[in-house]
């Protein structure tokens, strides 16, 4: 729960708000290959990523098409489904063995209405989501294979080496043999 307070605490909520907050989170280990997210079942949950990686990702033809990885100190959520409670169309996957702090979607109701540093944390970050959300299609539409890799070398530089290459090269939109070629050149 530290890492959860700290997260908190840097992002400005008082102390008074944490306690509430950070009770409502209940701790959970995932295994590696073990989903968050499955394609066709509602997500009742948003977590705070203690320890760990996961990929989000759509089935299409057979293949997984990579969307975004995360790792540590940071949340997991499928969007669409959490904030629609309708079914994923995504899957959410760890990638190692994983320690998360879980919040029920009933339990996220409750502090939007009773907790104003809760409140005020939850629109920032739902706008920070926006802004990352259209950057990353920006950059998708915009940028070459080469300029996607050198802003995740910038921005995400840890990713690099934990994640394994097929699921960087899908993330970039381009195969394992592409990419291959732009990290020599890099």
Wanted: aromatic share 12%; net charge positive; glycine share 4%.
């Amino acid at each position: 729960m530290e890492k959860l307070i700290s997260y908190f605490s840097a992002k400005g909520v008082s102390s008074n708000d944490i306690p509430p907050i950070v009770d409502a989170f209940r701790y959970k280990k995932m295994a590696k290959g073990e989903l968050f997210a499955e394609e066709g079942k509602t997500s009742k949950y948003l977590a705070f990523i203690i320890k760990g990686l996961f990929q989000y990702f759509y089935l299409k033809d057979g293949k997984e098409i990579t969307t975004y990885i995360t790792g540590e100190n940071s949340f997991l959520v499928s969007v669409i489904s959490f904030y629609t409670q309708k079914p994923c169309k995504e899957f959410v996957r760890a990638l190692t063995d994983a320690e998360l702090l879980m919040l029920h979607y009933n339990d996220l109701t409750k502090l939007k209405t009773s907790n104003e540093g809760f409140r005020t944390f939850y629109i920032e970050a739902l706008e920070s989501l926006v802004v990352g959300m259209d950057e990353t299609r920006s950059n998708f539409i915009t940028l070459t294979a080469e300029e996607r890799y050198a802003v995740l070398m910038k921005e995400e530089p840890a990713l690099l080496k934990q994640v394994p290459l097929q699921y960087l090269a899908s993330l970039l939109g381009i195969t394992p043999r592409h990419l291959s070629r732009i990290r020599n050149n890099f």
